[in-house]
């Protein structure tokens, strides 16, 4: 992203992916751990969650069914 003023944006976005082909190995708690202490460190985090579990929703203190438009949307339906 260039700021207008000779430098490259240091705000620019970083995409962390936490991943490994096993099961309940704490991906998601890590996840939402790591987000926690980067908010807590002034940075602004958007955690996605596409996994149809929807475990980081879960533990985000957050009920999938009641929410109205999800990740599930965009991909699913036109
Ligand atoms: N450091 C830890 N100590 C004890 N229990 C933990 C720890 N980290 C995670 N857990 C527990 O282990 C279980 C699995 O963690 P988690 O859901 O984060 O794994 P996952 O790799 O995302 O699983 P999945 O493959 O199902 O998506 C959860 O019940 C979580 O609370
Ligand atoms: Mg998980």
């Given amino acids: 992203m260039y700021n207008g003023a000779g430098k490259q944006n240091l705000l620019m976005s970083r995409i962390i992916a936490v991943f490994n082909q096993a099961g309940g190995v704490a991906k998601t708690t890590?996840?939402?751990n790591l987000g926690y202490h980067l908010a807590q460190l002034g940075h602004r985090v958007l955690l996605i969650d596409i996994d149809p579990q929807a475990s980081l929703t879960i533990f985000m203190g957050l009920?999938?069914?009641e929410l109205e438009q999800t990740v599930h949307n965009a991909?699913?339906?036109e």
Avoid: C
Wanted: hydrophobic share 45%; aromatic share 0%; no cysteine.
């Fill in 75 to 77: 991909i699913v339906e």
């Fill in 63 to 65: 009920v999938p069914r």
């Fill in 30 to 32: 890590l996840t939402q």
